[in-house]
């Protein structure tokens, strides 16, 4: 699975973005999908996941009720919806796919795009 986020760009706090991770290759709906993030200086940490069939997700407490993770599997495509956006979200935006639901680690994670690069202005 090939993975290419975009969607990234300077906002104003409390503004919001989306995120999109278009991915090809193989089956993309056999693939369990997630968002992390790293902020300079800081790990690579999980943001939000999506089970394939998209029934089912989770989020870092971080962000909860904030952003929303969704994915259209006719279009291969996975998004972050991001709203009420914080400076602490500054950070490059990853999206990764796992055979496995569930799992917050990056190293449980098979397949990852370039980042998308998301800066939050105060």
């Known amino acids: 699975v090939q993975l290419q986020a975009s969607g990234g760009g300077l906002v104003q706090a409390g503004g919001s973005l989306r995120l999109s991770c278009a991915a090809s290759?193989?089956?993309?709906?056999?693939?369990?999908m997630g968002w992390f993030r790293q902020a300079p200086g800081k790990e690579r940490e999980f943001v939000a996941a999506?089970?394939?069939?998209?029934?089912?997700?989770m989020y870092a407490d971080s962000v909860k009720g904030r952003f929303t993770i969704s994915r259209d599997n006719a279009k291969n495509t996975v998004y972050l919806q991001m709203n009420s956006l914080k400076p602490e979200d500054t950070a490059v935006y990853y999206c990764?796919?796992?055979?496995?639901?569930?799992?917050?680690?990056?190293?449980?994670?098979?397949?990852w795009g370039k980042g998308t690069q998301v800066t939050v202005s105060s």
């Open positions: 999506i089970n394939w069939s998209g029934g089912s997700t």
């Open positions: 290759g193989r089956a993309f709906s056999s693939y369990h």
């Open positions: 990764a796919a796992t055979l496995i639901y569930g799992v917050t680690t990056t190293r449980r994670y098979d397949y």
